[in-house]
């Protein structure tokens, strides 16, 4: 029994080292030529491997751009998980932490990210590459919002409340493509952008002038 659960952990193993070897080798590939491989056969004959070892774990090259900006924001949820301090943050804090942290690791990768952005015909909206990266971030979006109006940082609003994760994942899209433009040193004008477009959201959603004046004339019309 004990055998058979080392073998299965060393296939597991094995498998994990294959994919990290495609996805690695893919991207090198990217950077050093400006393009995907001319076709699956060649990039694994270049790596001497099968081709069908390819699809053992990725379907087409998309598959793999999907992957590693799914890698990007589990890397970043990671390092946020790890944060004893992260806790105990506000949501408004929360949400800073969470641009500051994937900026540090998307910089790790930067090349290979304006290479992704550069092939989306429609930046501004999302590009196919993140999809898993959006339904991750999504999740984390939506957890935050949930917290978020349980100790009243955001506010409930009709119709609005159930819009605010759309309203945030186009910020993170602005976020993404500022820092991809930036040519500050050490990307301060992103940590500007970043700070500045949290703090407006946090405006919008948290209890503003016009949430005042509603409540204001709640007690008018009450006392009347």
């Given amino acids: 029994m004990a055998t058979t659960k080392a073998t299965g952990k060393g296939n597991k193993a094995k498998t994990d080292d294959q994919k990290e070897k495609l996805i690695s080798a893919y991207k090198e590939f990217v950077l050093l030529n400006g393009h995907e491989p001319p076709s699956v056969f060649q990039f694994m004959r270049a790596l001497d491997m099968a081709e069908e070892d390819f699809y053992k774990h990725f379907g087409a090259f998309s598959s793999i751009q999907r992957e590693t900006w799914k890698e990007y924001i589990t890397n970043t949820m990671k390092v946020l998980q790890e944060d004893k301090l992260y806790a105990e943050y506000s949501i408004r804090e929360k949400l800073l932490a969470f641009y500051y942290t994937l900026m540090e690791v998307l910089k790790k990768d930067r ?6 952005f ?5 930046p501004e909206l999302t590009p196919s590459f ?6 991750d971030f999504n999740d984390y979006i939506r957890q ?4 978020g109006l349980a100790s009243e940082e955001i506010v409930k609003r009709p119709v609005i409340t159930e819009r605010y994760h759309d ?9 993404i493509n500022f820092w991809l433009k930036d040519d500050s040193a050490n990307f301060e004008k992103t940590d ?8 407006l959201s946090f405006e919008l959603m948290g209890r503003g002038p016009l949430d005042m004046m509603v409540d204001f004339a709640k007690f008018l019309y009450q006392n009347r």
């Fill in 167 to 175: 309203a945030l994942w186009l910020q993170v899209l602005f976020v």
């Fill in 111 to 116: 090349s290979y990210a304006q290479l992704c």
């Fill in 118 to 122: 550069r092939d989306a015909k429609r």
């Fill in 192 to 199: 500007a952008a970043i700070e500045k477009s949290v703090n």
């Fill in 144 to 147: 935050l919002i949930s917290e």
């Fill in 130 to 135: 993140l999809k898993s990266f959006k339904a």
